[in-house]
């Protein structure tokens, strides 16, 4: 079993719709975890990270955590073409280590 | 200029050859970090230093060494390239002190035919 898991999709998602991303892990002791957004070829970037159960919002995105559950989603409001990217989700180690997931494709069709 | 410089961006070569992969900062974090990306794999960490005397195996290190030469300087090095090395390197950064959080160089393709 992988250290965290994500749908590869590609999510489809109609302009101005909302994206919704899931991501499971299975280290319970899991405290911090990350969304990085990354488009082809290019380096990975930050969006958010959370490490307190409940939601994180940040302009169109809201990071979710759940421990009890063991996921953490990122919902994407107003979804916009550029928005169209591959969406990394990622733990911290007990050694501030991070692990990702193989990420989740999004297309944003007009 | 990038906080994180990886070089060569791109480089292409033949199966037995040494390669090394450069990475510079100038972020001033204490952390260093090489990762592979292939395709519906994510990323995966190969080695990481948190010191300049501190080197630690990743998940996939067999086949790779690394340097740190500095607290500004970490490279990787593939003693004999094999194909199944082709993929995307990324180093990255990131501050003890901090959420955590990783900041990536712009990533180095390398291609073993």
């Known amino acids: 079993q992988k250290e965290v898991e994500q749908n590869s999709g590609p999510l489809s998602v109609p302009e101005g719709a909302i994206a919704s991303l899931n991501c499971t892990y299975s280290?319970?002791?899991?405290?911090?975890f990350f969304w990085y957004r990354q488009y082809s070829g290019k380096s990975p970037e930050l969006i958010m990270f959370?490490?307190?159960?409940g939601d994180k919002e940040d302009g169109r995105f809201t990071a979710q955590l759940n421990k009890a559950s063991q996921y953490v989603s990122l919902l994407i409001r107003d979804s916009q073409p550029s928005d169209s990217a591959t969406y990394l989700c990622?733990?911290?180690?007990?050694?501030?280590?991070?692990?990702f997931g193989a990420g989740t494709q999004v297309v944003v069709t007009p | 200029d990038a906080d994180v410089t990886q070089t060569p961006r791109n480089r292409i070569t033949k199966t037995g050859k040494r390669i090394m992969l450069e990475c510079s900062q100038t972020?001033?974090?204490?952390?260093m970090y090489w990762y592979r990306q292939d395709p519906g794999l994510g990323l995966r960490l190969i080695y990481y230093s948190f010191d300049v005397k501190d080197i630690n195996k990743g998940e996939i290190s067999d086949g790779y060494s690394v340097s740190r030469q500095a607290q500004a300087k970490f490279s990787l090095s593939l003693e004999s390239a094999i194909p199944n090395q082709t993929a995307l390197y990324f180093c990255a950064t990131s501050d003890w002190s901090s959420t955590g959080e990783l900041f990536f160089g712009e990533g180095s393709r390398l291609t073993v035919l």
């Open positions: 990622a733990r911290a180690d007990s050694w501030g280590k991070l692990q």
């Open positions: 959370i490490y307190s159960n």
């Open positions: 280290d319970r002791g899991s405290q911090s």
């Open positions: 972020k001033g974090h204490d952390r």
